[in-house]
């Protein structure tokens, strides 16, 4: 069973989750989740491996290098935690 931690374990991974869960059909790729957050590839690849491996995150490799990496609206708990999102921002 996930643990919160694993989803919401620093702040650049709860902003990056937040910017995908604000954008929920919008593709990304690493560098411009980078760009957007203001920090670098290899920040958003590193805190992007615990939201792909719960399922959180799909990530796909576009040639040899090109990361693109967008919400798994498949998952349940992707799922539920739009729901949450939505209903917290309404607040």
Known sequence: MPKL????AS????RALELLLSNCSKVYSQ???ARNM???AST???IMKPLVELGLVKMDTIGNQMKILALNMENERTK????FYNKFKNL
């Open 11 to 14: 702040k650049q991974q709860t």
């Open 80 to 83: 539920i935690l739009l729901e």
């Open 44 to 46: 958003v690849s590193r």
């Open 5 to 8: 931690v694993s989803v919401f």
């Open 38 to 40: 203001g920090c670098s």
């Open 31 to 33: 560098a411009g989740l």
